[in-house]
Nanobody, 121 residues
Framework: QVELVESGGGSVQAGGPLRLSCAAA????????MGWFRQAPGKEREGDAS???????SYADSVKGRFTISRDNAKNTLYLQMNSLKPEDTAMYYC???????????????WGRGTQVTVSS
């Protein structure tokens, strides 16, 4: 389990940018699978993006070309740069990690409490 704390959420107008941050408390190492998820009211939690220990990234079709996931290993911080935001992007965004997995990031066991993103039209 890794302690994760998200920040950077807020209210923005459609088309605007927003950058989310996730501070990870790493006790042994910081390079492992991490990702960003969203959950809107009445909907299932969905994965938006992931990044593995080598920096390889993966994106959901709905955000590809608009969102960019990255990490700063020196700061143990994960980022999600969101551009061209749409009202349908409105959701609670969660940071996730799996310190036991470095590649093929398809499962997570650590979750932050989330940060709200609201996009108005």
């Amino acid at each position: 389990q890794v302690e994760l704390v998200e920040s950077g959420g807020g209210s923005v107008q459609a088309g605007g940018p927003l950058r989310l941050s996730c501070a990870a408390a790493a006790y042994t190492h910081s390079r492992y699978c991490m990702g960003w998820f969203r959950q809107a009211p009445g909907k299932e939690r969905e994965g938006d993006a992931s990044i593995d220990s080598a920096g390889s990234t993966s994106y959901a079709d709905s955000v590809k070309g608009r969102f960019t996931i990255s990490r700063d290993n020196a700061k143990n911080t994960l980022y999600l740069q969101m551009n061209s935001l749409k009202p349908e992007d409105t959701a609670m965004y969660y940071c996730a990690a799996n310190p036991y997995r470095w590649y093929a990031c398809d499962a997570y066991n650590s979750w932050g409490r989330g940060t709200q993103v609201t996009v108005s039209s």
